[in-house]
Nanobody, 121 residues
């Protein structure tokens, strides 16, 4: 499976943006999918995850209440709706398959190319 994240951009604090993670080559129906981000000079951080079967969702504390992950299996796409964006959300955002089924110990693969999100006034 090949994943591609897109939808990033430059916006002001308080703004909203929706990222998409589109898959090709294989259906995402049976995979848990996670969103990660990496800010300059920082380690990559797992921020959200959605299971394949139940659709249960998980969030890091830094984004909980502001970001929403969802999936549309018919479109083979996972989304990340980001609201109330802050400058500290500035990062390259990636999606990946979560082989650990959204546990506390991410095991991810099939990384797609990331998309840049910049939040600045």
């Amino acid at each position: 499976v090949q994943l591609q994240a897109f939808g990033g951009g430059l916006l002001q604090p308080g703004g909203s943006l929706r990222l998409s993670c589109a898959a090709s080559g294989k259906t995402l129906d049976y995979y848990a999918i996670g969103w990660f981000r990496q800010a300059p000079g920082k380690e990559r951080e797992g921020i959200s995850c959605i299971l394949s079967s139940s659709g249960s969702t998980y969030y890091a504390g830094s984004v909980k209440g502001r970001f929403t992950i969802s999936r549309d299996n018919a479109k083979n796409t996972v989304y990340l709706q980001m609201n109330s964006l802050k400058p500290e959300d500035t990062a390259v955002y990636y999606c990946a398959v979560r082989f650990d089924h959204c546990s506390d110990y991410p095991v991810a693969g099939y990384w797609g190319q990331g998309t840049q999100v910049t939040v600045s006034s």
